[in-house]
């Protein structure tokens, strides 16, 4: 057989995962609950100032200007702590018989956390550790018959020069970290 590549089949894997939120500087534990067949999207962009040198003009060498990451979800749940959550300010009261969200006029951004677990088909766990987020997207809700209510979620990562547990961070660990816990 021809042209086929090595490959590992327990690092081959599918589906979303499990979302996590909280505060920044603490590690996420509310569970955002279930998330649509969209799943989450992770991206992670890189702009360069490229260095030329000769005639004809060749590259020499680049160096990082920018980075940004940001993660995207779509959820499925009616949780109004999780929408205060996704839009990164606003105020939520919560009784026995009621729940209340109230959204509107606060400049401010809160910084946040982000957690993703996945579990693969191998018996591994992948864990995304986002040390500090805050919230970049718009609310969309669309109701309308026969289709699911989604609420979208989006996050650009922020730097943070320590870990949730409040060790420090090295200059290039300063965004996410990702985890693969073995069997």
Same mark, same amino acid.
């Given at each position: ?8 089949t ?10 996590f939120? *909280?505060?920044a500087?603490t ?10 067949? &969209? ?9 360069? !100032?490229? $260095? %030329? ?11 990082? /200007? ?17 929408? =205060?959550?996704? !839009?990164?300010?606003?105020?939520? /009261? +919560?009784? =026995?018989?009621? &729940? /209340?969200?109230?959204?509107? *006029? ?8 982000? @957690? ?5 088909? +191998? *018996? ?8 500090? $987020?805050? =919230? ?11 289709? !699911?209510?989604? %609420?979208?979620?989006?996050f650009?990562?922020?730097?943070? /020069?320590t +870990? ?14 990702? $985890? @693969?816990?073995?069997?």
């Amino acid at each position: 057989m021809s042209n086929v590549p090595a490959y590992i089949t327990n690092n081959i894997s599918l589906g979303p995962g499990i979302v996590f939120l *909280g505060l920044a500087g603490t590690t996420p534990t509310q569970d955002i609950g279930a998330i649509s067949e &969209d799943g989450l999207e992770i991206n992670l962009t890189q702009e360069f !100032l490229e $260095v %030329f040198q000769g005639t004809p003009k060749q590259l020499a060498k680049t160096f990082k /200007t920018s980075e940004n990451m940001e993660i995207k979800i779509t959820g499925l749940e009616w949780d109004l702590i999780d929408l =205060a959550l996704s !839009l990164g300010a606003g105020v939520t /009261t +919560s009784t =026995a018989t009621q &729940d /209340t969200f109230s959204f509107g *006029g606060d400049p401010d951004n809160d910084a946040l956390a982000i @957690r993703i677990q996945h579990s693969m088909p +191998s *018996g591994h766990t992948m864990n995304i550790y986002v040390w500090r $987020v805050e =919230a970049s997207g718009e609310w969309n809700l669309t109701m309308a018959q026969d289709t !699911l209510h989604t %609420f979208p979620y989006s996050f650009r990562a922020v730097i943070s /020069t320590t +870990s949730w547990d409040g060790a420090a961070l090295a200059v290039n660990q300063q965004l996410f970290r990702i $985890v @693969r816990q073995k069997g």
